[in-house]
T-cell receptor, first 113, second 113 residues
Framework: NAGVTQTPKFQVLKTGQSMTLQCAQD?????MSWYRQDPGMGLRLIHY???????DQGEVPNGYNVSRSTTEDFPLRLLSAAPSQTSVYFC????????????FGSGTQLSVL | DAKTTQPPSMDCAEGRAANLPCNHS???????VYWYRQIHSQGPQYIIH???NNETNEMASLIITEDRKSSTLILPHATLRDTAVYYC??????????????FGQGTTLQVKP
């Protein structure tokens, strides 16, 4: 198993550009989530999904969209990037929403200029 | 969710036991204690979790006080590779919970030679 795979590892955007951060898992996990981590801070939950076709907002959802059309994939879309979205983004998954043992990807470092 | 309090930083000598405390005085009866760690620039890694009883696995031991208001994560023989930020998280279990794990600032553990 590859586990949780995030692409790209690094990305630089200009203000106003849009892009999609990809997240895929091959463990047949129902639950997937996105976190962001700013320098010197803990992780903050952006969006999560308890299964295909179901998504919900976390602590800091503004400026981000998600969809879950398949069990394996949970992309995070930035519609109009802003410098405040400069951060490291982590995708995580687990078997289902009752199990809190999350498996994390290696992260995407995003810079918005 | 119960709030957790951890010291911002701790040092430990290599080969010695590292004892990381966490206070969760407002914990409810159905809330579990989870520990994760984050080695620099990597995604967080699950360590251990427990409800009432002490728990041990290949990575660490978790000691929860009888009143459940605090807990201690023990790394029995710390190595330089254990240098990381350690997060203590309290979260309710059960199917009614949508699996959101909220990470705080954690404790930065520095293992020294």
């Amino acid at each position: 198993n590859a586990g949780v795979t995030q692409t790209p590892k690094f990305q630089v955007l200009k203000t106003g550009q849009s892009m999609t951060l990809q997240c895929a898992q091959d463990m047949n996990h129902e639950y997937m989530s996105w976190y962001r981590q700013d320098p010197g801070m803990g992780l903050r939950l952006i969006h999560y999904s308890v299964g295909a076709g179901i998504t919900d907002q976390g602590e800091v959802p503004n400026g981000y969209n998600v969809s879950r059309s398949t069990t394996e994939d949970f992309p995070l879309r930035l519609l109009s990037a802003a410098p405040s979205q400069t951060s490291v983004y982590f995708c995580a998954s687990t078997i289902n929403n009752r199990v809190k043992k999350l498996f994390f990807g290696s992260g995407t470092q995003l810079s918005v200029l | 969710d119960a709030k957790t309090t951890q010291p911002p930083s701790m040092d430990c000598a290599e080969g010695r036991a590292a004892n990381l405390p966490c206070n969760h005085s407002t914990i409810s009866g159905n809330e579990y204690v989870y520990w994760y760690r984050q080695i620099h620039s990597q995604g967080p890694q699950y360590i251990i979790h427990g409800l009432k009883n002490n728990e041990t696995n290949e990575m660490a031991s978790l000691i929860i006080t009888e009143d459940r208001k605090s807990s201690t994560l023990i790394l029995p023989h710390a190595t330089l590779r254990d240098t990381a930020v350690y997060y203590c998280i309290v979260r309710a279990g059960g199917s009614g919970n949508t699996g959101k794990l909220i990470f705080g600032q954690g404790t930065t553990l520095q293992v020294k030679p």
